[in-house]
């Protein structure tokens, strides 16, 4: 069977957490968009060396960045209960590969100004940032090895 994504789109934000076991784990939310369409992707990252994971969060975290972030990875589907005491169902992407790809003005305009054009400031919906919190809270057997 295949289980398999990949995705280009915008960091929203990015921290870092480790494990008991000494692993590092970056996790972000990647916004993609089609047309006036924005998604919103829970990607997790492990990286047992830690300085991928390191350098990445510091580039998402840089506010001069612009570029465009590149993600291969899987669906992991996990449930949870959220502060209401209703179950809700969530979807991972596990990444096994990250790129970076950087911003080219397009005809002389950068990117930024073209933000107003995007999607860019979109809220998250808030169903979405009680799940990014509990996640935030790592649990050792979901951890893919």
């Known amino acids: 069977m295949i289980n398999k994504v990949i995705l280009i789109g915008k960091v929203q934000e990015s921290n870092l957490r480790f494990t008991n076991e000494g692993l590092t784990v970056l996790k972000f939310v990647l916004r ?3 047309g006036s369409k924005t998604d919103f992707h829970r990607i997790t990252y492990f990286d047992p060396g830690a300085e991928k994971a390191y350098r990445y969060n510091e580039m998402f975290n840089d506010k001069n960045f612009n570029g465009y972030v590149y993600v291969e990875g899987k669906l992991s589907y996990r449930t ?3 502060r209401d005491g209703v ?3 969530v979807v991972d992407i ?3 590969n990250i790129r970076i790809i950087p911003a080219a003005p397009k005809n002389g305009v950068s990117e930024g100004e073209l933000k107003d054009k ?4 979109q809220k998250l919906p808030e169903t979405f940032v009680e799940e990014i919190e509990h996640e935030l809270e790592i649990n050792e057997a979901e951890l893919p090895f």
């Open 80 to 82: 949870f209960t959220g």
């Open 94 to 96: 596990i990444a096994r």
């Open 87 to 89: 179950n809700r169902r």
């Open 32 to 34: 993609t968009w089609e």
């Open 118 to 121: 995007k999607p860019e400031e």
